[in-house]
């Protein structure tokens, strides 16, 4: 669409009291000609503005997102023991 990905997050900065920021706006490549390298690029700085917030504020950072959903082969699923009486 060529609409500008804003970057921001609310921080915590006291009990029931949030402040939120702002990184600069990252616009998409004027000229795409190969929407390949175009996805990298935004990836990229989207990548790097979410670094910058973390790196000011890692108590506050937490990942809910299951980012990896499967095992790499030959690793088995932890075993849970179970107590016998």
Avoid: C, M
């Amino acid at each position: 669409t060529g609409a500008p990905i804003l970057p921001a997050a609310i921080i915590r900065v006291g009990a029931n009291k949030h402040r939120i920021i702002f990184e600069e706006p990252i616009f998409p490549p004027a000229d795409v000609t190969d929407k390949v390298a175009a996805r990298l690029q935004l990836t990229q700085k989207w990548t790097t503005a979410l670094e910058r917030i973390i790196r000011r504020y890692p108590q506050q950072w937490v990942w809910f997102h299951r980012r990896w959903k499967t095992r790499p082969e030959r690793q088995p699923a932890p075993r849970i023991s179970v107590a016998t009486r």
